[in-house]
């Protein structure tokens, strides 16, 4: 599993014009700025996104697994990207990658909401799991 975030910034506050770039893992975004999730995946999976954001909510940002064998976008080209809010800190986004479909996944997602997203290769023992953070100034 590859993942990278592709994001674009605002050249000027209060302009149009906007500058694409990939984060790095542990870069810094702003609010406002706009970001799609890239991830590429060299075999047959079931794949799941999950973020934790700034404020420390756990959420699932696919709510339908994705089958796939390649690049994966989210959202995809069609759709607007996601902008960060105005709450500051520190954000997360992982991929679970999965032989076989989590038929418990909202199970698990309640979990790492209880637990803490660091157990989150407990939580997924038999999944191949990516992980990216980067700081939301």
């Known amino acids: ?16 014009e906007f500058k694409k770039f990939t984060l790095k893992n542990g870069g ?3 609010s ?3 970001f799609r999730i890239i991830t590429n995946i060299d075999k047959n999976a079931f794949v799941y996104v999950i ?7 756990i959420s699932l940002i696919n709510k339908e697994p994705i089958s796939a064998v390649n690049s994966i976008t989210l959202p995809s080209n069609n759709e ?7 709450n500051k800190g520190n954000e997360e986004i992982h991929i679970i990658a999965s032989k076989r479909q989590i038929t ?7 979990k790492l909401r209880k637990s803490g997203i660091i157990n989150i ?13 980067f700081k939301h100034n």
């Open 104 to 110: 418990d996944i909202d199970d698990r997602i309640e």
């Open 80 to 86: 607007p990207p996601f902008v960060l809010d105005s």
């Open 121 to 133: 290769n407990k939580i997924f023992k038999k999944s191949k799991i990516e992980s990216f953070k």
């Open 28 to 30: 810094e975004l702003s």
């Open 51 to 57: 973020s934790k954001d700034s404020s420390g909510v």
């Open 32 to 34: 406002g700025d706009k």
């Open 1 to 16: 599993v590859d993942l990278r975030i592709t994001a674009e910034t605002q050249i000027r506050a209060g302009s149009n």
